[in-house]
């Protein structure tokens, strides 16, 4: 079980939430695609990337 105390409360969540996330090709278009995100935390979206992995 973790515990955090509040000064170190967001920097144990950043690392926890700081993850690569499996979007479906099936889910996306081949242009027009829009990504909605929403931060509660005062980070910077915009340094959100989709990136396509090769196998």
Do not use: A, D, Q
Not at 6 to 35: A, D
């Amino acid at each position: 079980m973790w515990y955090f105390l509040p000064s170190t409360c967001f920097e144990k969540l950043r690392e926890i939430v700081n993850f690569r996330y499996h979007v479906p090709r099936s889910w996306l278009k081949p242009s027009g695609n829009l990504l909605v995100v929403f931060e509660e935390w005062g980070g910077n979206p915009t340094g959100i990337s989709l990136v396509r992995r090769s196998r």
